[in-house]
């Protein structure tokens, strides 16, 4: 069975840091897409940033873009995202997600979620 399971969320004052961990399992991570996607209080999930397959390119929501940075470690299957200048506005559920094909069917996968909170 596919499972994601995503940890490191906690409480962080403006401009701190957290890094967040996905260790997958029943796939090898490093050759699908990874994403880590998040939603806030009263929001809709919001993609936050992603990395593929293969290659690694990786890309990021605007906003996120110089202060997160996302990766993974193939040899330990698990997804990372490190986020740094962390502000109130990036509190939200965190969730690592990825799309596995079988056979003519794409599956959407989606870890339970860590949950950042950023306040002083």
């Known amino acids: 069975d596919v499972q994601l399971q995503a940890s490191g969320g906690g409480l962080v004052p403006p401009g701190g840091s957290l890094r967040l961990s996905c260790a997958a399992s029943?796939?090898?991570?490093?050759?699908?897409?990874m994403s880590w996607a998040r939603q806030a209080p009263r929001k809709g999930p919001e993609w936050v940033s992603a990395?593929?397959?293969?290659?690694?390119?990786?890309v990021y929501l605007d906003s996120v873009k110089g202060r997160f940075t996302i990766s993974r470690d193939n040899a330990k299957n698990t997804l990372y995202l490190q986020m740094n200048s962390l502000n109130p506005e990036d509190t939200a559920m965190y969730y690592c997600t990825t799309k596995l094909r079988s056979g003519s069917t794409l599956y959407d996968y989606w870890g339970q979620g860590t949950l950042v909170t950023v306040s002083s």
């Open positions: 029943g796939f090898t991570l490093g050759n699908a897409d």
């Open positions: 990395i593929s397959g293969g290659v690694h390119g990786t």
